[in-house]
């Protein structure tokens, strides 16, 4: 019924805020309203198709027999999604009120509701080109984001480095829609994962191969992860939106929907894999950057690649509780970072700390939110786990263990080097930031109940079983060893993460990226040269031409005598000629 | 019911129009009169979309079967749209290098005009021969009259390549000839199409050579270059966006009509070649500094992904061939439009010697970002449908040649290269009062725009069009 | 039943009594006599349109011959016409030499026995020495004796190479040809067709003509360059006709050799002229060649294909030379001056260009469907290796004919349009000749099927 009117109401808003001038309109008022529309009516399909399943297809084009078809799909699943993409782009668009006040305010809102528009409809595609349409069209307005103060030099590498990385994802991604449709003549994802039997193993384990380069590169995972610190480079509030709680999570989105494919591909593995070296990299990242965002960004990796590692553990249902309930947290949190960026100005966590920021009203938030990451009960992230790790074997458990504690020292190290002492200054507050901060910290704080419901909207699994006790436990130690370490600069051990740094300066690998676009543009360079060479080549034809002419011209000498010769010669030889011929 | 006739009514008439404004020295610009001619045939070929075309046909000679008869294929109506919409979006273009003579500039665009849509409907192949050499007779004075320096002896290169290829397909022709008797499409598709013989493979190979120097592809581009830097930028929106086609387009009959065994043998050196080329163009495109150069390359690049979706043998790669090559029969005007723009701005299209663009003229960087974005395949985007249902119809032929995507990839870093040299970053340029793009430059830009994001939110109104079994 | 030969022959003899009688009158304007020429040669257009046929011994009319014919005087009526325009006075016998030489074209194209070949072909050769040398000075005589001389060298051939033929065939009659002794009938044809090729400029017997065409004046060189040698080649495809109804391979093959030679060696020279006149007249022998590509074939489409060929490069020459002496007399000589002189007039310039179209092969001039019909017959006999031979050559030529362009529209001397020169009641009664011609040149297809 009519399931592309949840992406109605972000068309219109990107039609409005593209053509009229924000002093007619303000573009922010048609955001936000476009918005609660938006999750509106989400919520209203939800209801209504609740543990029901529709698909409706429409049919773009055809070509001879194959029909290139929209789908749409209304499940518990995708609808829920749809809800909570909704909803938190809402709160993030309300803080963006305050936060993006001075602003390009029709540019910033255009591209905002070009995401949010793409991300809605990301989750309720069923049709695999209609899901690709809208993953790029999320590159491209990340693109645009993370270059909206294109006049940094920073800002506009990073948004190209971006762009590139993920568009290697979307190449992946591309190929592999092309082998499944190729190989099923549909391009319906609910029909394609019922047909698998019909597909051969080896373009099953191709294209399951392609779906995770697509989901790695687009949730910057290992080896593609560079580009979300730099990504910082996009307002705060971009980085809430996009770089913490949906465009990241589509890849870990796109590995849960397709999850009966992957698990016959044999490839799980390889993810295992993948998934813990990239937690390792990303939380001894976040160990030795100063930078709040970046932090942040590292965390947002980690965290993905949770995710990862539950669906490489055949439970992507715990993936998608857990990818839930991160976006809650991890937007909260970058909201936060934005509060201190636009009232103190600095990013730089040893600047906050000399700032003396240790208000309430600020600190209280952050520890509910850092406390959700690290894992602590009783807070959204303590139940996110227990359904994560539900089908971890001992040994991933043990390492999942040491990743709680590494996740739980750095996020407490940044709680504690920014909240030292409690300055005395007056701060002003928006209501604009208090109310989604706000309910995001309700949330987070007894959001953790929802776990037991949630088996009523997806069949989820869960135990709170020894295991989800000792990471509790270790997760606490990890806050503990943060206090020790971190709250009281002067004790030598702080200086910890000045080591780290120097040892993990490679792991960005940033050299490596630039000498290999480096070797492409020397091997560019010399193609070019190669087709100079070629033009000469064809042009000295030409001038061969040239030449041949002045030796010719000699035939012609003026001379009749000559002429003279030329005809009985002429005559002779055609004589010959003939007489040769019989 | 309109008669294929018509449509060339206007150019014609509006040649004479110009000719006669020249001898009584009347004060019509002659833009206008070129305007009302296009706008004049656009409009009958919409009418005749919507009721229908009656052929046309007048023999001139029974002797060698020479006639002038115009009769739709089923391929033809992409071409032609593009062949009649297109021009009159990028006339405008001629302020940025036409200064003097701009009468005989309008002739010769419509004589253009008339020959190459006069080309593409025609069914007899010796008049259509004759029409193509007309267009690229006009072509070789357009390259060379109001392009830079150098532009004589990148139109002769340009003329003689060119030649080189007619002649191929002369040859081909008259071999078609005198193995049918006719001339005639749809005879000699009744006669051939289920045939297989030497004598048709060596005709297919003839016209694919021939298609090779027009497209152009790699190795016989030689004359692209120079052709495409040293020409008036409109001349090299017509060149990139519609005369490219034209061997494609001849290809394309034989590979569906008149040939369809002999092409198939040919399916797959031709994917290897074409995938080659896609990649030594995405490689140089990647080293130039010049944007206009960058653009011209970029095309070729395009070209070659058609040129394999063309060969793939089946239906999907086809249309999804003939609808890149119409789709970036847009892009690149576009394109080529705005470096026409930039140079007159600030002189120069050197990448190196302009940035921050988007500060100061910040229209000119939205329809930059529309051509980059559009050409590297985002959805909403005509490219995007023409470059899948390509790669699709290139992975059923052999899998494989799938890696070609890569292509597409090197093609975003050039692109975003750009994009961050030109317009991003701080602002620098050799002239610091810039304007943004001007009202008749604005329509211009929107109206390619509109179609380029119409045929790719809707693309079945091109591919509808498309019957590959219709002669 | 008057045929035009009657009408020429009436001419020859009336135009120089009538100018007796001026002269005895003492009746100082010449121009009397001009005009009768020309009515004359006028006249004998119209009668050969209506009454083109003659059958009887010495003269056989083909269904080529008519076509060929009427384009002969219309093409001798138009040059002439010129001529009286270019030149400030015209010797009378000047007229009389033109009339008669006329007269020997059209003969030569009807001739069907090798008596009236050799005396036709003495009528038409031997008053286009004075042709010539109508301005008397060194480089014409030059150009003249040269011509004389190899005339006189291939006219013995000529009588030679048939004396042998009629010792092997009984005859002198072509149709008489197809039943023959070999042995003798071969050096005959050999040396008989010496004799005529020099008229056609065909390689390896055409080393007078740049030296001759270029000393000529352009309106004589224009004559020069269509008639006699269109009269020479169209005689030639009889002869081989009638000699060989059967194309016999070895036969081929010689020709085929000479037909290339004649094309190759003068492009390749032509690159390197700088002076326009000379680029011409090696490109006009260039043409000749292939239209002996059509003859050498022997087959009824190749002999059609080069019949029209024929017309079709004579035209063009006409056209192209007849605009170059308009161009001349503004100053223009070498091919960078097209670049550097002023008001050139816009009808030369574009006469100019269009023959020049017409020589490279561009549709839809008339140049494009000859080379087109000799393609056809080519490929129908199997021959792809000459035409691939014939596209390089094309594609070296298109060089040097466009290089013309190039000088020609510059841009600077495009901006000052073409001011209408002051009302020269001449030249533009010379534009609209050439108007003529051109209109030929562009709209000549019709007349394919007429071949």
Request: proline share 3%; glycine share 6%; aromatic share 16%.
């Amino acid at each position: 019924m009519m399931l592309y009117l949840i992406l109605l109401p972000m068309l219109i808003s990107m039609t409005l805020t593209a053509f009229l001038k924000d002093k007619l309109v303000r573009s922010r008022l048609i955001a936000v309203s476009m918005t609660s529309l938006s999750l509106l009516i989400s919520s209203v399909f939800f209801y209504v198709y609740f543990s029901k399943d529709l698909i409706e297809n429409f049919s773009w084009f055809n070509i001879e027999t194959y029909t290139f078809q929209i789908s749409f799909i209304a499940n518990n699943l995708h609808l829920l999604m749809a809800v909570v993409v909704s909803f938190i782009s809402l709160l993030i668009l309300i803080f963006s009120v305050f936060y993006m006040r001075r602003e390009k305010q029709e540019k910033y809102y255009f591209e905002m509701s070009l995401f949010i528009f793409a991300m809605l409809g990301l989750v309720v595609s069923n049709s695999f080109i209609l899901f690709y349409i809208f993953w790029e069209l999320m590159s491209i307005s990340s693109y645009l984001l993370i270059g909206f103060w294109y006049e940094k030099e920073a800002a506009s590498k990073a948004a190209k480095k971006a762009l590139i990385l993920t568009k290697v994802g979307d190449v992946s991604l591309l190929t592999a829609i092309i082998i499944l449709f190729a190989n099923t003549g549909t391009l319906s994802i609910s029909a394609t994962l019922s047909g698998l039997s019909s597909i051969p193993q080896v373009y099953l384990t191709v294209s399951a191969a392609l779906f995770i380069i697509a989901a790695l590169s687009k949730s910057a995972q290992f080896p593609f992860y560079v580009w979300l610190p730099d990504a910082m480079e996009a307002p705060t509030t971009v980085s809430a939106l996009l770089h913490s709680a949906t465009m990241v999570a589509s890849g870990a989105f796109l590995l849960i929907m397709i999850a009966p494919l992957m698990y016959v591909s044999g490839t799980m593995v390889y993810l295992v894999l993948i998934s813990l070296i990239t937690i390792f990299i990303s939380s001894l990242l976040a160990l030795e950057s100063v930078d709040t965002k970046r932090i942040l960004a590292y965390s947002t990796i980690d965290s993905l690649a949770f995710m990862f590692l539950a669906v490489a553990t055949l439970n992507p249902d715990g993936a998608l509780f857990y990818l839930i309930m991160h976006a809650v947290f991890k937007s909260l949190l970058f909201l936060l970072a934005g509060e201190l960026i636009i009232l103190f100005g600095t990013r730089n966590i040893f600047k906050l700390r000399g700032l003396e920021i240790g208000k309430p009203i600020f600190y209280v938030p952050a520890f509910i939110g850092l406390a959700s990451l690290a894992g602590i009960p009783p807070f959204l992230g303590f139940f996110a786990h227990a359904t994560l790790s539900y089908n971890f074997s001992i040994s991933i458990e043990l390492i999942f263990m040491v990743a709680t504690f590494l996740t739980s020292l750095f996020s407490f190290r940044l709680f504690f080097t920014v909240y030292h002492k409690n300055g005395t200054e007056k701060i002003r507050e928006d209501k604009f930031a208090i109310i989604p901060i706000a309910t995001l910290s309700i949330l987070s704080t007894v959001g953790g109940a929802s776990l037991f419901f949630f088996n009523s909207i997806i069949p989820i699994a869960y135990s709170f079983d020894l295991f989800l006790v000792l990471d509790s436990i270790i997760a606490l130690l990890g806050l503990f060893a943060a206090y020790y370490f971190y709250s009281n600069r002067d004790f030598p051990y702080a200086k910890l993460d000045k080591k780290l740094k120097s040892i993990f300066r490679g792991v960005t690998y940033d050299d490596v990226l630039a000498s290999t676009g480096t070797a492409i543009t020397k091997f560019s360079g010399l193609v070019d040269r190669f087709e100079g060479a070629l033009g000469e080549a064809f042009d000295s034809v030409g001038s061969l031409s040239f030449s041949l002419s002045y030796i010719s011209r000699e035939l012609q000498s003026g001379d009749l005598s000559n002429y003279i010769v030329i005809f009985i010669a002429g005559a002779i030889l055609v004589m010959i000629l003939m007489l040769v011929g019989v | 019911m309109i008669n294929l006739i018509y449509l060339i009514l206007p150019g014609v008439l509006g040649v004479i129009a110009l000719y006669l404004k020249d001898v009584t020295h009347s004060n019509i610009p002659s833009k206008s009169i070129s305007y009302t001619a296009m706008g004049a045939t656009l409009l009958l070929l919409l009418l005749g979309t919507i009721f229908g075309f009656s052929g046309f046909n007048l023999a001139i000679s029974k002797a060698i079967d020479l006639s002038i008869s115009f009769n739709l294929n089923g391929i033809s109506l992409p071409f032609l749209f593009l062949a009649v919409l297109m021009p009159m979006l990028v006339l405008p273009s001629f302020k940025y290098d036409v200064f003097d003579k701009k009468l005989t500039f309008n002739v010769l665009f419509l004589v253009i005009y008339v020959s190459i849509i006069s080309m593409f409907m025609s069914s007899n192949l010796l008049s259509l021969f004759i029409f193509m050499e007309i267009s690229l007779l006009s072509a070789f004075f357009a390259i060379f009259l109001w392009g830079n320096e150098s532009s004589f002896n990148s139109a002769m290169k340009f003329l003689i390549f060119t030649q080189i290829s007619s002649m191929l397909i002369l040859t081909a022709f008259l071999m078609v000839f005198l193995y049918t008797g006719s001339f005639e499409l749809t005879s000699i598709g009744a006669f051939t199409h289920s045939a297989n013989s030497i004598y048709l493979s060596t005709v297919f190979m003839l016209v694919l050579v021939a298609a090779i120097i027009k497209f152009p592809v790699f190795p016989l581009h030689a004359w692209m270059p120079g052709a495409y830097y040293d020409s008036a930028t409109s001349i090299t929106a017509l060149l990139s966006g519609l005369f490219s086609k034209i061997g494609g387009y001849i290809l394309l009959l034989f590979i569906l009509f008149i040939t369809p065994i002999s092409a198939s043998y040919f399916s797959m050196p031709v994917m290897i070649l074409a995938v080659i080329s896609a990649f030594y163009a995405a490689f140089i495109a990647l080293s130039k500094k010049d944007l206009k150069m960058m653009f011209s390359y970029s095309s070729m690049l395009y070209m070659s992904l058609a040129l394999m979706g063309i060969m793939s043998n089946n239906a999907i790669g086809i249309d999804g061939g003939i609808f890149l090559m119409i789709s970036y029969g847009f892009i690149s005007p576009l394109a080529f439009m705005l470096t026409g723009y930039l140079r007159s701005q600030t002189g120069t299209t050197d990448m190196t010697k302009v940035g921050g663009l988007m500060k100061k003229v910040p229209t000119f960087a939205l329809f930059f970002f529309i051509v980059v974005f559009a050409s590297i395949g985002v959805p909403g985007f005509s490219n995007f449908i023409g470059e899948f249902l390509v790669f699709l119809g290139v992975f059923k032929f052999y899998p494989l040649i799938i890696i070609s995507i890569v292509s597409m990839l090197i093609a975003t870093g050039y692109y975003l290269s750009a994009v961050k040299r030109i317009v991003f970053e701080k602002f620098f340029a050799p002239v610091k009062n810039l304007h943004d793009l001007s009202k008749s430059e604005l329509i211009q830009t929107v109206a390619l725009s509109f179609v380029i994001i119409i045929l790719g939110i809707m693309p079945y109104i091109l591919i509808n069009s498309i019957n590959l079994g219709v002669v | 039943m008057i045929n035009a030969q009657y009408i020429l022959i009436v001419g020859a003899l009336l135009v120089p009594l009538v100018d007796l009688l001026r002269r005895e009158l003492n009746v100082k304007a010449t121009k009397i006599i001009n005009y009768l020429t020309l009515s004359i040669l006028l006249l004998s257009f119209i009668f050969e349109v209506l009454f083109g046929n003659i059958q009887s011994t010495l003269f056989n009319s083909v269904d080529y011959s008519y076509f060929i014919n009427s384009f002969i005087l219309l093409l001798s009526t138009l040059i002439f016409s010129f001529m009286l325009l270019h030149f400030e006075k015209l010797d009378t016998y000047i007229d009389v030499f033109f009339i008669i030489t006329v007269l020997g074209a059209t003969l030569m194209v009807i001739s069907s026995n090798f008596l009236s070949l050799i005396i036709s072909l003495e009528m038409m050769s031997i008053p286009s020495y004075a042709l010539v040398l109508i301005v008397k000075d060194k480089k014409h005589l030059e150009g003249t004796f040269k011509y004389l001389f190899i005339s006189m060298l291939s006219i013995a051939f000529l009588v030679f190479g048939s004396s042998l033929i009629f010792l092997s065939s009984g005859s002198l009659s072509f149709s008489s040809l197809s039943t023959v002794n070999y042995l003798l009938f071969l050096p005959g044809i050999a040396i008989v067709l010496a004799g005529i090729a020099y008229e056609a400029t065909l390689v390896p017997f055409h080393s007078w003509a740049p030296d001759t065409y270029d000393a000529a004046d352009s309106t004589v060189t224009a004559f020069l360059s269509s008639v006699p040698k269109a009269a020479g080649l169209i005689v030639i495809v009889h002869i081989f006709t009638y000699a060989f109804p059967l194309a016999e391979e070895f036969m081929l093959v010689t020709l085929m050799i000479l037909a290339m030679a004649t094309i190759i060696v003068p492009s390749i020279i032509a690159i390197s002229q700088s002076k326009l006149k000379r680029m011409l007249i090696y490109s006009s022998i260039a043409q000749s060649g292939f239209a002996f590509v059509g003859v050498s074939l022997l087959s009824t489409i190749s002999v059609y294909s080069a019949v029209f060929y024929v017309f079709a490069f004579a035209t063009a020459d006409a056209l192209v030379f007849l605009s170059l002496s308009m161009l001349e007399s503004r100053g223009v000589y070498l091919i960078s001056d097209l670049g550097k002189a002023k008001n050139l007039g816009m009808v030369p310039v574009l006469g100019l260009s269009l023959g020049l179209l017409s020589l490279a092969g561009f549709p839809p001039t008339i140049g494009f469907f000859g080379k087109l019909l000799i393609f056809m017959s080519l490929i129908f006999q199997g021959y792809v290796w000459v035409v691939i031979v014939l596209i390089a050559v094309l594609l070296f030529s298109t060089f040097y004919y466009y290089n013309v362009f190039r000088n020609m529209y510059r841009r600077k001397y495009f901006l000052t349009k073409f001011v209408p020169i002051k009302s020269d009641i001449r030249w533009a009664l010379k534009e609209a000749i050439i108007i003529i011609l051109m209109a030929i040149v562009f709209a000549g297809v019709a007349l394919i099927s007429a071949a």
